[in-house]
């Protein structure tokens, strides 16, 4: 009887000692940080080549670019090779082949394995005139030791006399070799050898000798761009640097990282780089870029970069990320305060931090609608449509239409995402959600299906980023549980509610971080008895609508639903009608309890079999029990031994009651009784223990044996316990634990029994009261 207590000293004591460090060292799951607020806005849409700068606040970068440096390279290469041989194979030579194989062919061997032989890349390297090309390939393999650091989490170890040799190397081999392209090759890897030395003066001065005037379209010329800037931050040329990288980050996609991630090192501001520009095309890149490493709301970088080049590819990366920026901070908070769980929603917020986070959202509308006045934008409709999309957040539910009525596109990707802003503004305008709009919402239901069919499943690769298939299923999981769920629920169609959670339990990808209520969850634990025997009328039903079908085709199968509906009546002490929904359940599919009508003097112990207590009850025997003593009850006089049985079994199928199952499928260890639960009859039993109480007074009158009577005031004072009203001072809630109204009884008429004495020493809410006694 003594957890509260220590509970309470232990929050308290963890909260003083370490503080913030509980946060920190707390076990638990980890966000997805691709899925961890609510969102209808794809970053897909015209986003290719930028993906590392999508939104997402958990995580550097979204994921890689494309192309990846890997495929640039093989594509640069098959430009060299001609299409007679494959990108698998020169993937497969280059990234797959050890030295020794790659010495062998550089040096005509035919002394290779037959799939080495067998590889078309190789097959044109052994030819002649390639083994220029054999040879550079050797040695920017055998450079690859040098330049690369095998283990990530150590600091580089150079060797500088290696870096010496391999330079002298690659310089006489460059001036052996007469192919250009192969030359190029050999001139990056001689300015990168340069770098890693750290002869940054030196590799600028290469970089200017073997590629002015050269062609600017190469990964390699990029790449050894890369490395003067690196040079130039390293000789503290900053702002030079910063320029230098802005111009390989838009030129080379597969670099795009790397680039981001040394400019940001440069500590350079936009308005320093912008003199260094060429033209507005440049400054446009160069805003872009400062505005990808802004984590908050804020439309300047898209002023910016429009008022540079209206063109721009970035302004449509940069307006997801604004939109999934406020669905992160605002939209997705908002929903989530319909949920009945969740971690976080808008009414979490301050008055002050709702008005920000609104004025942020006005404010994107309005530069979003300038642009798009302004007609100058490359994809208009996408604009059109996000303007739409905005409008909808913000409850302007007309104006969302009539956005998305000036939307004229034939392009996919912005059509998918116009199909979804419009049937989210559809279900927002519709008052009621009807037989008729639910035709629609069907058909909305399969298309977004076939959006799903080709991905793969990402739960299973979590790891790097998801495809655009993920995306349609994260969209209609939230479309389910964030937008259907709580609007039939505001019907008061529980039914319809529990079908679309279903659908949405059988996309398998609630997140612990986005998720709502299950199906299985509402069933078990929300719903009434009517509204189940209605479900389950409904689900055998043979003749359903198109769409009730539908759903239902992916209700979960594993609810027992007879055994769901006798736990509901017993929630409610209803024992008759559960003993008759029981009998259509197996007995080996019922729960069984050996100790449910054992009395339980303290808050421990789990259902196991004891000495005087070891057959099992099923719930279909243990409702039958409670039924025949209800009928006892109804004989005077009743004898005490059976209002005290009846007690203690209400008082085990409470949350504090070791057969507590009988009743819930899963009990939290951080749940208790607060007034509110006064509200719903079953959590006012479950939690506040009032019927058990009552019976144990009973008892306790209908007894004239003074050991049993005081076993029945200690029972009943364990129940009265069970509602003490909470109290945010934690002294007076103690308090209040230890002047039980059952202790003074229990301490002037009984202090001379044996079980008295018993529970005296098992006690601590009953020994602190004696002794607050003693003191006054």
């Known amino acids: 009887m003594n957890y509260k207590k220590s509970f309470v000293f232990l929050i308290s004591f963890c909260a003083v000692f370490f503080g913030n460090v509980i946060y920190t060292l707390s076990c638990g799951p980890s966000p997805d940080p691709y899925d961890y607020y609510i969102s209808f806005f794809s970053p897909y849409t015209k986003g290719g080549g930028y993906e590392p700068f999508y939104y ?206 040394s400019l940001m090192w440069t500590n350079t501001s936009n308005e320093q780089v912008y003199p260094l520009c060429k033209d507005n095309r440049e400054k446009s890149m160069v805003a872009a870029i400062y505005g990808f490493a802004n984590p908050e709301p804020d439309v300047a970088a898209l002023r910016k970069v429009y008022a540079f080049d209206p063109a721009s590819p970035a302004l449509n990366i940069l307006l997801g990320r604004e939109i999934n920026k406020l669905e992160d901070a605002y939209f997705s908070p908002y929903l989530s305060a319909d949920q009945p769980v969740g971690l976080i929603s808008i009414q979490d917020y301050s008055t002050e931090e709702k008005n920000k986070m609104k004025a942020r959202l006005n404010a994107l509308q309005t530069v979003v609608d300038s642009i798009v006045n302004k007609g100058k934008l490359k994809d208009m409709d996408l604009w059109r449509v996000s303007s739409a999309y905005i409008s909808y957040i913000r409850k302007d539910y007309p104006a969302a239409k009539t956005r998305l009525d000036e939307v004229k596109t034939k392009d996919p990707e912005v059509k998918d995402q116009w199909e979804i802003v419009n049937l989210l503004v559809n279900i927002n305008q519709q008052t009621t959600i009807d037989s008729v709009f639910e035709s629609r919402l069907l058909a909305s239901f399969k298309w977004l299906d076939s959006k799903m069919s080709s991905g793969r499943n990402y739960r299973d690769d979590w790891w790097g980023m998801p495809d655009k298939a993920y995306f349609f299923k994260k969209t209609y999981r939230n479309l389910l549980f964030a937008i259907l769920a709580p609007r039939y629920h505001q ?92 009998k259509k359940v197996p007995a080996g599919a019922q729960a069984v309890s050996y100790l449910v009508f054992k009395d339980q003097l303290q808050d421990f112990g789990a259902d196991t079999a004891e000495q005087q207590y070891n057959k099992k009850i099923t719930q279909q025997q243990f409702c039958e029990r409670m039924v025949q003593l209800q009928e006892k009850m109804k004989v005077v006089p009743v004898p005490a031994k059976v209002y005290y049985d009846y007690a203690s079994a209400l008082f085990s199928i409470s949350y504090y009651g070791k057969s507590w199952f009988f009743v819930k499928d899963y009990r939290p260890t951080t749940q208790w009784y607060t007034t509110k639960c006064d509200k719903d009859p079953f959590e006012k039993q479950y939690f506040g223990c009032y019927g058990a109480e009552t019976y144990y007074l009973k008892a306790a009158q209908a007894s004239t044996d003074r050991d049993f009577r005081a076993r029945c005031a200690f029972m009943a004072a364990r129940c009265s316990q069970k509602h003490t009203a909470e109290n945010e001072d934690d002294n007076k809630y103690i308090s209040a634990l230890i002047h039980n109204r059952y202790f003074p009884l229990l301490t002037t008429n009984f202090a001379q029994t044996s079980f008295y004495q018993q529970v005296y020493g098992q006690c601590s809410y009953l020994r602190d009261y004696v002794k607050s006694g003693r003191k006054k």
Not at 213 to 219: A, P, T, V, Y
Not at 497 to 514: K, P
Not at 567 to 581: G, I, L, P
Request: charged share 30%.
């Open 56 to 261: 997402t606040s958990l995580s550097s970068f979204y994921g890689d670019p494309t192309p990846s440096e890997e495929t640039a390279n093989v594509g640069d290469w098959q430009n060299y090779t001609g299409k007679e041989v494959t990108e698998k194979d020169i993937r497969e030579c280059i990234y797959t082949y050890q030295v020794e194989q790659l010495s062998a062919i550089a040096n005509g061997s035919n002394v290779l394995p037959d799939s080495v032989k067998k590889n078309s890349f190789t097959q044109f390297l052994l030819k002649d005139k390639n083994q220029e090309a054999a040879r550079y390939l050797l040695f920017a393999k055998t450079c690859e030791p040098a330049v690369i650091n095998a283990d990530p989490w150590s600091a580089p170890e150079r060797n500088n006399e290696l870096l010496e040799n391999l330079y002298t190397e690659g310089e006489g081999l460059y001036n052996k070799t007469t192919d250009k392209d192969i030359r190029e090759r050999y001139a990056f890897q001689l300015i990168r050898l340069q770098h890693y030395r750290k002869d940054y003066q030196g590799s600028i001065t290469s970089f200017d000798k073997f590629f002015e005037g050269k062609d600017k379209s190469s990964l390699v010329y990029f790449k050894a761009l890369a490395l003067k800037a690196g040079a130039l931050l390293r000789l503290k040329d900053s702002v030079q640097s910063a320029y230098l990288f802005s111009r390989v980050f838009e030129k080379a996609p597969s670099l795009r990282i790397s680039c981001f991630t």
């Open 491 to 582: 019907q008061g169609d529980v039914l319809k509610e529990a079908l679309i959670r279903g659908r949405c339990d059988s996309l398998q990808i609630n997140d612990y971080f986005v998720s709502g209520e299950t199906a299985v969850s509402q069933v078990r634990d929300d719903m009434k008895s009517a509204e189940l025997i209605r479900l389950n009328d409904f689900l055998h039903r043979p003749v359903k609508s198109p769409y009730e079908s539908y759903l239902a085709g992916f209700f979960p199968k594993e609810l027992y639903m007879e055994r769901i509906i006798g736990e509901s009546y017993m929630r409610v002490h209803d024992f008759a009608n559960a003993r008759d929904w029981f």
